[in-house]
C-alpha cells in the first residue's frame, strides 16, 4: 500500500466532504476513494469515517488522524519542494584547485562575477602546481594545464593555455638585440622549475619548429617572482600571457621575436565521474567554460 497517497486521498475526501469529489479532484474513481480509505483503516486497526449513502463524518480518532496526515502533508510538501529549489538554485561550498598563476592572475579576476551570480555558493579556491588528487583531496573541480594522463576524471577542453617570450627594454639595452630564436642560447633565460622549460625552450615559427637549449642563473617555481626579475632587467622570460600582459602594455616588458610563437598548452577543467551534477557544479562549470572556453 502506497500509505503517503492513501494519506492524501483520505485528507481530500474529508476537506471535500464525499468520495465522489475526491475522486473528481484527484483523477480517480469514488470507489477508488473508497479503497484507500478502507486500506488506512485496515492499516490502523480503527475507523476513521462513519459514512451513510448521504453524508459522511470523522470518527473521533478520525479527525485526530485527519489533523495530524494534514501536517505530515505540508511537511512532504514543504521537504518537496526544498528539494526542487536545490535542484535549481546553486548553494553550499565549492571546494576549486587551480595552477597559481592561472589562478591568480586569470581565475581570481573573474570569481566576483560568479560570486555575483549565485550568491547562495562559497568557494575554496586552492592554488597549487602540484598535481592534486581531487577525490582524495576532496576537490569538486580542478583547473589542469598540459597533456592530460589517463585519471579517469571527466574533462572538459577550455582555451589553450599561451606562452608569451618578452624581456624587459633595460636587459635589451645591456646584451643586445634578439634577433632569432638561436641567440636564446647565448641569453640570460629565466627559467622555471620545469624539467622541460628549464633547460630547452621551443618556438614555432616561418621555418617550423625550433628547440633552443636556454641556461640561466636564475631558476625559479613561481611566474611571478621570475617576471619580477624579468622587470628588473636579469633576463628573458617566457610565461604566460595573463600574467606579462599587464607589463607589455605600460612598456615594462616587450615582447621578442614576434613571428614566432610557443606552442601553446591545453587547459581543462576536471571533476570525479562520480561527483554528483549539483546546480553549484553545473553552475561552476559552465562559468569556467564561458570565460575560459575554447570560443570565450
Known amino acids: 500500500m502506497d500509505r503517503l497517497l492513501s494519506m492524501t486521498v483520505f485528507t481530500k475526501a474529508v476537506e471535500l466532504g464525499s468520495f465522489s469529489a475526491a475522486g473528481n479532484a484527484l483523477g480517480m474513481s469514488s470507489q477508488l476513494v473508497g479503497k484507500h480509505v478502507q486500506m488506512l483503516e485496515q492499516h490502523l486497526g480503527v475507523r476513521l469515517l462513519n459514512r451513510t449513502t448521504r453524508r459522511q463524518h470523522l470518527t473521533d480518532i478520525g479527525r485526530e488522524f485527519y489533523e495530524r496526515t494534514k501536517s505530515i502533508l505540508a511537511d512532504v510538501e514543504a521537504a518537496e519542494g526544498l528539494a526542487a529549489e536545490t535542484r535549481a538554485t546553486p548553494r553550499g561550498r565549492l571546494r576549486i584547485n587551480a595552477p597559481v598563476t592561472f589562478g591568480i592572475h586569470a581565475l581570481s579576476p573573474k570569481l566576483p562575477d560568479y560570486l555575483n551570480a549565485n550568491a547562495e555558493v562559497t568557494l575554496e579556491l586552492s592554488m597549487t602546481n602540484r598535481l592534486v588528487d581531487v577525490v ?31 624581456a624587459a627594454p633595460s636587459y635589451l639595452a645591456a646584451r643586445g638585440p634578439i634577433n632569432t630564436p638561436q641567440d636564446l642560447s647565448r641569453q640570460e633565460c629565466l627559467g622555471y622549475l620545469h624539467p622541460e622549460l628549464s633547460k630547452r625552450w621551443t618556438l614555432i615559427g616561418p621555418e617550423g619548429t625550433v ?10 617555481d613561481s611566474g611571478e617572482a621570475l617576471m619580477a626579475a624579468a622587470i628588473a632587467g636579469v633576463g628573458v622570460l617566457l610565461q604566460p600571457f595573463e600574467i606579462v600582459q599587464p607589463y607589455l602594455a605600460s612598456g615594462q616588458l616587450v615582447t621578442l621575436l614576434p613571428e614566432y610563437h610557443a606552442p601553446t598548452l591545453p587547459m581543462h577543467i576536471l571533476y570525479a565521474p562520480d561527483r554528483r551534477m549539483t546546480p553549484k557544479l553545473r553552475s561552476f562549470i559552465d562559468f569556467a567554460i564561458a570565460h575560459f572556453g575554447p570560443d570565450a
Do not use: H, K, N, W
Open 136 to 166: 582524495d583531496e576532496g576537490y569538486d573541480v580542478v583547473f589542469r594545464i598540459g597533456e592530460l594522463t589517463d585519471s579517469g576524471l571527466i574533462a572538459r577542453q577550455l582555451a589553450p593555455y599561451r606562452l608569451i617570450l618578452c
Open 211 to 220: 628547440t633552443v637549449p636556454v641556461s640561466g642563473r636564475l631558476m625559479v
